[in-house]
C-alpha cells in the first residue's frame, strides 16, 4: 500500500510540472472552489473536510479528511467569449493604422483540469497531505483578429490572444488543539507559464511600451513561488466554522513579457480570505461560504490604464498601467441531501463580483473575466466501503460589458463578453 501511495504521488506531481492546464476564470482568475464535492455546491466547503479539495480551501481539513486519496478531471469549455469593437479609427503622426473595428469570438473552447489529493494521519490528533490543482488561469485565441487583413493593424496583430497556465503544489499539516478545534498550515509551490501572441501593433505607438521586443510573440515564459495558507475549523459535529488565509505569493517575473505587464514582467498571486460554515440537520446540510480576492494588492491587476493616458507611464514601467481589475467579494451557498447510504445529491449558487470596473475595459478583450453567477449541481455514489465516485455541473452564466475604447487606441466601443460551463468527475479511495 505505501509503494502503491508512493507511486501516485510521484505521478502526480511530474504530471504537474509538464502537463500545467488552463482552468478559466470564473472568480476573477480563480475557479469558484475546491473538489469535487464542495463545486457541486457552489464551491462552498471552507467549513467542511470530506475531501482532499476541502484542504486546499482550508488546511485544517487536514486532521478530518482520513487516510484518503482523491482524483478528478474537469471538462471545461468557455464560449462564447470574445470581444466587438465599433466607430474606431487610428492614426500615428497622421499616418492612418487602419482600425481596430471587429467583432471576433475566441476559438480553443475545451479544456482539461486534473486535481490530486492524498492524505496522511500521522496520529489521532495530526495529519499531513499533498495535492496538485490547477488553481487559475486565462486564455483566449483570435484567429482572424482586428480587421480584413489588408491593413497595417490586421498584419501586425494576426491570431491574437494569450494563455496562463497555474499549477498549485501543495504540501499540508495540521493538528487537533481539542475535540472541536483543528488547525493546519500548508506550504505551497506556485507555477505559471505564459504566451501572448499579436499584440505587436501595441508597440508600434511611439512612447507606449518600454521594450517592444518584450510584449507578443516570445513563446512561452516561466514564472515561480512559494507561499503558505494557515486555516482552522472549529465547532461542533452538526455545525462548523472555517477561516483560512492566503497571504500574496510573490512570483518570479515574466522575463519575456516584460513590457506587458507591471513592474518589469510582474505576475503575482493575490491575496485570498475565505470564511464560512457548515450545518448539518439530519439528511440536510446547508454551507456558505465568504470570500475575498484582493486584485488591488497586484498592481499588474489593479492599476488602471490611465497610468498611461494621464501620467505618461509605459506599458512593462515600474507602477506602469495594468487590467484595472478591483478587489472581489464572492459568496458561495450549497445544500446537500444525503438520500441514503450510497447516493448524495448537491445543488448550490455562487455569485462574485466582475473584477473589471468601468473604463477599464479596452484591455480586457484578451482576458474577459467578467462572470459573475454560477449555478452548480452534484452527486455521489458510494461503490464500497472504501470507494465512490462524484461528478458536479457548473453553468456560469452569460455576462456582457460595454464601454469607451481608449482614446489611446483610437477611441470608439468595445463590448466583451463570457460564458463557462464545467464538468467534473471525480474519485475517492479511503485507506
Known amino acids: 500500500m505505501e509503494l502503491f501511495k508512493k507511486k501516485l504521488i510521484a505521478t502526480a506531481i511530474v504530471s504537474a510540472l509538464v502537463l500545467p492546464t488552463s482552468a478559466f476564470a470564473t472568480n476573477g482568475m480563480?475557479?469558484?472552489?475546491?473538489?469535487?464535492?464542495?463545486?457541486?455546491?457552489?464551491?462552498?466547503?471552507?467549513?467542511?473536510?470530506?475531501?482532499?479539495?476541502?484542504?486546499?480551501?482550508?488546511?485544517?481539513?487536514v486532521v478530518d479528511v482520513g487516510d484518503q486519496l482523491d482524483t478528478s478531471i474537469t471538462f471545461f469549455t468557455a464560449s462564447p467569449r470574445g470581444y466587438e469593437i465599433t466607430d474606431n479609427s487610428i492614426t500615428n503622426g497622421g499616418f492612418p493604422f487602419g482600425t481596430f473595428n471587429n467583432k471576433q469570438t475566441s476559438e480553443n473552447d475545451i479544456f482539461?483540469?486534473?486535481?490530486?489529493?492524498?492524505?496522511?494521519?500521522?496520529?489521532?490528533?495530526?495529519?499531513?497531505?499533498?495535492?496538485?490543482?490547477?488553481?487559475?488561469?486565462m486564455n483566449t485565441e483570435y484567429k482572424t483578429?482586428?480587421?480584413?487583413?489588408?491593413?497595417?493593424?490586421?498584419?501586425?496583430?494576426?491570431?491574437?490572444g494569450l494563455?496562463?497556465?497555474?499549477?498549485?503544489?501543495?504540501?499540508?499539516?495540521?493538528?487537533?488543539?481539542?475535540?472541536?478545534?483543528?488547525?493546519?498550515?500548508?506550504?505551497?509551490?506556485?507555477?505559471?507559464?505564459?504566451?501572448?501572441t499579436g499584440l505587436g501593433i501595441f508597440g508600434k505607438?511611439?512612447?507606449?511600451?518600454?521594450?517592444?521586443?518584450k510584449l507578443t510573440n516570445n513563446g512561452i515564459d516561466e514564472s515561480s513561488g512559494m507561499g503558505y495558507k494557515i486555516g482552522v475549523q472549529t465547532g461542533t459535529t452538526n455545525f462548523r466554522l472555517g477561516f483560512?488565509?492566503?497571504?500574496?505569493?510573490?512570483?518570479?517575473?515574466?522575463?519575456?513579457?516584460?513590457?506587458?505587464?507591471?513592474?518589469?514582467?510582474?505576475?503575482?498571486?493575490?491575496?485570498?480570505?475565505?470564511?464560512?460554515?457548515?450545518?448539518?440537520?439530519?439528511?440536510?446540510?446547508?454551507a456558505f461560504d465568504y470570500q475575498n480576492i484582493n486584485y488591488e494588492d497586484i498592481q499588474t491587476f489593479s492599476n488602471s490604464i490611465s497610468k498611461f493616458t494621464d501620467e505618461g507611464k509605459?506599458?512593462?514601467?515600474?507602477?506602469?498601467?495594468?487590467?484595472?481589475?478591483?478587489?472581489?467579494?464572492?459568496?458561495?451557498?450549497?445544500?446537500?441531501?444525503?438520500?441514503?447510504?450510497?447516493?448524495?445529491f448537491r445543488t448550490g449558487w455562487n455569485k462574485g463580483d466582475n473584477p473589471v470596473q468601468k473604463g477599464e475595459v479596452?484591455?480586457?478583450?484578451?482576458?474577459?473575466?467578467?462572470?459573475?453567477?454560477?449555478?452548480?449541481?452534484?452527486?455521489?455514489?458510494?461503490?464500497?466501503?472504501?470507494?465512490?465516485?462524484?461528478?458536479?455541473?457548473?453553468?456560469?452564466?452569460?455576462?456582457?460589458?460595454?464601454?469607451?475604447?481608449?482614446p489611446a487606441f483610437g477611441g470608439g466601443t468595445i463590448t466583451i463578453e463570457m460564458e463557462q460551463n464545467a464538468l467534473e468527475f471525480g474519485y475517492t479511495k479511503v485507506f
Open 30 to 61: 480563480s475557479g469558484i472552489g475546491n473538489g469535487t464535492i464542495a463545486q457541486g455546491m457552489g464551491g462552498a466547503g471552507i467549513a467542511r473536510a470530506n475531501e482532499n479539495g476541502s484542504i486546499v480551501s482550508n488546511p485544517a481539513a
Open 112 to 137: 482539461f483540469i486534473p486535481f490530486f489529493g492524498i492524505t496522511f494521519p500521522v496520529n489521532e490528533k495530526s495529519a499531513f497531505s499533498l495535492s496538485m490543482a490547477a488553481a487559475g488561469g
Open 145 to 160: 483578429n482586428f480587421g480584413d487583413g489588408t491593413t497595417l493593424i490586421d498584419k501586425l496583430t494576426k491570431e491574437t
Open 163 to 196: 494563455n496562463l497556465e497555474q499549477v498549485y503544489l501543495t504540501s499540508t499539516y495540521g493538528r487537533k488543539l481539542n475535540e472541536d478545534t483543528s488547525v493546519g498550515v500548508s506550504v505551497i509551490y506556485a507555477y505559471q507559464r505564459f504566451e501572448a
Open 205 to 213: 505607438f511611439p512612447g507606449t511600451v518600454v521594450d517592444d521586443t
Open 244 to 286: 483560512s488565509y492566503q497571504p500574496k505569493i510573490k512570483m518570479s517575473k515574466f522575463q519575456k513579457y516584460s513590457s506587458l505587464f507591471a513592474n518589469q514582467g510582474e505576475f503575482d498571486i493575490p491575496p485570498v480570505i475565505n470564511a464560512g460554515f457548515a450545518w448539518t440537520i439530519s439528511k440536510f446540510t446547508i
Open 314 to 344: 509605459l506599458f512593462g514601467s515600474t507602477d506602469g498601467p495594468g487590467f484595472g481589475w478591483r478587489s472581489i467579494d464572492v459568496y458561495k451557498l450549497g445544500f446537500e441531501y444525503k438520500y441514503s447510504d450510497d447516493w448524495t
Open 362 to 406: 479596452s484591455l480586457a478583450f484578451l482576458a474577459p473575466a467578467i462572470i459573475t453567477d454560477h449555478f452548480t449541481f452534484g452527486y455521489t455514489n458510494k461503490l464500497s466501503d472504501s470507494s465512490s465516485y462524484s461528478m458536479n455541473f457548473v453553468h456560469s452564466f452569460k455576462n456582457t460589458m460595454t464601454d469607451d475604447f481608449s
